[in-house]
């Protein structure tokens, strides 16, 4: 099987060149991966019915005979329909084709066919538009249906699919071992594969999916927990046990129950034997900063270095104001290091680094450059906001003798996939927000109101308060680079006294710097933004935000757009805008807006769109799971996870009969970038 997976997907029967560039497109560039190209559904087409027992507007399986020869007729602008009548021997039903010069020859005359379609027409004359056919002949009642692209529908899939089963070796070696199938009652990797694909059954169905998610979500396990394991266990950088009450005292404000409670078990993690590994997720503004400056301040006060490293610049420079005025009265020395630091002030920031001068250094990716030394690092915080991949955090760690691990996630994750992305760091929930902290009023409303809410704005703009005006970048080229700049007009045009900005992903770091400076400077009134702004800016003075097309956005996205505002003493707004008609779009956004607990709607936004999407852009390094469901699968994912631990207690991976399976952990590792696993 491996094998397959180096092999060019033209090779595949009935795959040339063009359609080997859509494959590619679908991220399938082997025959390998073409076979765990798993169907996203099936279409029963073994409960049919008799024409007469159809319903209106619904979806609907007949079994009829072609009562004769499809006819052609031109239509206005050249187009071409073909129509035939069929009869199940009861009733007849009219049938319609679109532009497809093939079906005189594919439907013919007096044979019979299932047809599957939405059936439209009368009480009395049923009618289906384009509908599936498959002779009645063909066997399979169960139909795989694939993740089409333009150009290359799902039948074409399943085509190239069954060319490429018919290339498996006779003697497939499967990467789990017998004794281990045996075990968990998983199927063998040959009818997983053949089934999943081909399935005969609801049942066949079930058993070739938990045989595959089974042992996604293994590799997986195996892969996260093996990167783990390469971490030493003995903690060279033991703290005392002891509250940072000394850290407290510098505090203009009380810590709440939830912060302390973060602390207590940071301290006294590293305070055991083993270095610290900890996640504190929290929601919008629950204060994950101070959590993090009370542990700098404690491996501080033992003579170590801390680092915190931020996915952009603006969020590092925010970092680095608020902890500088927090812990300089303390006598702590606090540096800056991003790409655009002069190289002359790097220099020196390296050597005060590497001499211990620098007990807290905030940075970018700048901290991962091979200049960048410590004299005694003992705390690494990522402030992850799903941009960092395992192996980021991994190289950062790398520059001490295995320092204590601090993860800050704001965006609350289910805890269901923070065990999943996280594996087996210890979690802390910061689950109260800080008092002072203002409700955010959310309304939803559709374009056409779009002035009356510009007016609204300009109401809070007269009062001297601040605003975001967001709307989404098509991509990142210069199509949707345009949408930006163009919206920006249009704002400029709406609010003609107000000073408007403009700030999105293609400026350079320094002009996104002085945008967002001028802004948090009062300079600035109106912010058009692309989601950069999601990013932890913090400015009290901002009370209002404009959200164009609403519905481009996953809830937890939106969640963190709406955190930007409500920050201050004042009273804040968020206005979604969206023109979508969709029921189910329209109940998330509902749901978005009636809620403001961050874990609420990360739950929802999970089922709703499934781990795949819910990082928005998918976090780097973590890679994407093919067929396994977080939302549904959550009892295989525990019994994968405890297979993974008694394989690695019993250094089971070493032996020759798990080689498939380190293959498995390395390829999945490869794809998404994760090149620490050790294999």
């Not at 590092?316 to 702590?332: D, M, W």
């Amino acid at each position: 099987m491996s094998s397959l997976f180096e092999l060019d997907i033209q090779n595949c029967k009935g795959v040339g060149p063009q359609r080997a560039k859509l494959f590619r497109k679908l991220g399938v560039p082997t025959v390998g991966d073409l076979l765990r190209l798993y169907p996203r559904a099936y279409e029963d087409w073994s409960q049919h019915c008799l024409i007469r027992d159809t319903t209106l507007n619904e979806v609907a399986v007949v079994k009829a005979t072609v009562l004769r020869r499809p006819t052609e007729h031109r239509v206005k602008g050249g187009k071409l329909l073909y129509k035939t009548t069929v009869t199940d021997g009861d009733s007849d039903m009219a049938l319609t084709f679109f532009n497809n010069k093939y079906i005189p020859t594919l439907l013919r005359e007096g044979e019979t066919y299932l047809f599957r379609g939405k059936v439209t027409g009368t009480f009395l004359r049923r009618e289906m538009l384009a509908p599936e056919f498959l002779p009645q002949a063909k066997g399979l009642s169960i139909q795989p249906v694939y993740p089409a692209t333009a150009g290359l529908s799902s039948r074409q899939i399943g085509a190239a699919v069954k060319n490429a089963l018919a290339m498996l070796p006779e003697q497939l070696h499967d990467p789990l071992p017998d004794p281990l199938r045996e075990k968990y009652h998983l199927c063998t990797l040959r009818y997983a594969l053949e089934t999943i694909h081909f399935p005969k059954t609801q049942e066949e169905i079930a058993t070739a999916r938990f045989r595959l998610t089974f042992e996604e979500f293994l590799v997986l396990q195996l892969g996260l927990l093996r990167i783990k394991s390469g971490r030493k266990t003995h903690n060279f950088h033991p703290i005392p046990q002891e509250f940072p009450e000394g850290f407290c005292g510098l505090l203009p404000f009380q810590l709440t129950g939830a912060q302390r409670r973060a602390i207590g078990e940071a301290v006294a993690d590293m305070a055991g034997p083993a270095p610290m590994n900890r996640l504190i997720q929290g929601d919008v503004g629950s204060g994950k900063t101070a959590v993090a400056a009370a542990l700098c301040w404690s491996v501080i006060q033992q003579g170590m270095q801390a680092a915190l490293m931020a996915p952009t610049e603006i969020l590092a420079t925010q970092h680095y104001h608020s902890l500088k005025e927090l812990l300089e009265p303390a006598h702590i020395a606090v540096a800056l290091l991003t790409g655009s630091v002069k190289p002359r002030e790097k220099k020196k920031l390296y050597s005060a680094l590497e001499d211990g001068r620098i007990q807290l250094v905030i940075g970018t990716h700048a901290l991962l450059s091979e200049k960048v030394a410590f004299r005694n690092l003992g705390l690494v915080i990522t402030d992850e906001q799903h941009r960092f991949g395992v192996g980021q955090r991994s190289a950062l760690a790398q520059k001490g003798a295995s320092p204590h691990l601090l993860v800050m996630s704001a965006t609350p994750i289910p805890r269901t996939l923070a065990l999943m992305v996280y594996g087996d760091l210890d979690i802390s929930v910061l689950d109260e927000l800080p008092p002072g902290r203002q409700k955010i009023e959310t309304f939803l409303i559709s374009p056409d109101k779009r002035q009356r809410a510009f007016g609204y704005v300009q109401k809070h703009l007269d009062q001297g308060r601040q605003g975001y005006l967001i709307c989404p970048l098509i991509e990142e080229d210069d199509s949707g680079l345009q949408s930006v700049t163009q919206y920006g007009e249009l704002v400029k045009e709406a609010f003609p006294t107000a000073t408007v900005g403009v700030l999105h992903g293609k400026m350079k770091p320094i002009e996104k710097e002085q945008v967002m400076e001028a802004f948090s400077r009062g300079e600035v009134q109106l912010l058009v933004s692309t989601t950069v702004v999601e990013v932890g800016v913090d400015v009290p003075n901002a009370v209002i935000m404009v959200i164009e097309d609403a519905d481009r956005y996953g809830l937890s996205q939106l969640h963190q757009l709406r955190g930007r505002i409500g920050r201050g003493q004042y009273k804040s707004t968020c206005i979604l805008i969206t023109g979508a008609q969709n029921p189910d779009t329209l109940k998330r956004l509902k749901l978005f807006r009636d809620t403001s607990d961050g874990f609420q709607i990360a739950e929802a936004d999970l089922k709703l769109r499934g781990p795949g999407d819910f990082f928005g852009q998918r976090q780097h390094g973590l890679p994407q799971l093919k067929i396994a469901d977080m939302t549904t699968d959550m009892e295989v994912l525990r019994q994968a996870q405890r297979c993974a631990r008694e394989l690695l207690q019993q250094n089971a991976l070493e032996e020759p009969a798990y080689r498939g399976l380190r293959g498995e952990i390395r390829r999945l590792f490869e794809k998404a970038g994760g090149e620490e696993v050790v294999l």
